[in-house]
């Protein structure tokens, strides 16, 4: 139902920025209906939750790890959701995937998710 296409990736140095971009489009998918979200995986590691913005962006969340330094929005006139990452370290390094986020709950620090579909990841790469 849905095709979501990531660009934004690179290599930076610590204390860099950037900006992930994410474009949905499909032919049953209503953009403004969905909540979305990004996810990072390094090799040989599990996928974790990095943050999650509501279908109708009132309400924004992150993993404890870029709390402050990172910033989601979206923008449903071009069914767009970004990803601002600001002071970017060695740690933040990792292939970034865009998601439509069916189901989202916080289990203490942590948030469960349940992903309906997955972009094709993009990678950031932080030097020091």
């Known amino acids: 139902q849905v095709q979501l296409v990531e660009s934004g990736g690179g290599s930076v140095q610590s204390g860099d920025s950037l900006r992930l971009s994410c474009v949905a489009s499909?032919?049953?998918?209503?953009?403004?209906?969905?909540?979305m979200g990004w996810f990072r995986q390094v090799p040989g590691a599990e996928r974790e939750f990095v943050s999650l913005i509501s279908w109708d962006g009132s309400n924004q969340y992150y993993a404890d790890p870029v709390k402050g330094r990172f910033t989601i929005s979206r923008d449903d006139a071009m069914n767009t959701v970004y990803l601002q990452m600001n002071s970017l370290r060695p740690d933040d390094t990792a292939v970034y995937y865009c998601?439509?986020?069916?189901?989202?709950?916080?289990?203490?620090?942590?948030?469960?998710?349940?992903?309906?579909?997955w972009g094709q990841g993009t990678q950031v790469t932080v030097s020091s």
């Open positions: 998601a439509v986020v069916a189901e989202m709950v916080q289990d203490g620090g942590t948030y469960q998710t349940r992903v309906s579909a």
């Open positions: 499909g032919r049953t998918f209503t953009f403004t209906t969905e909540a």
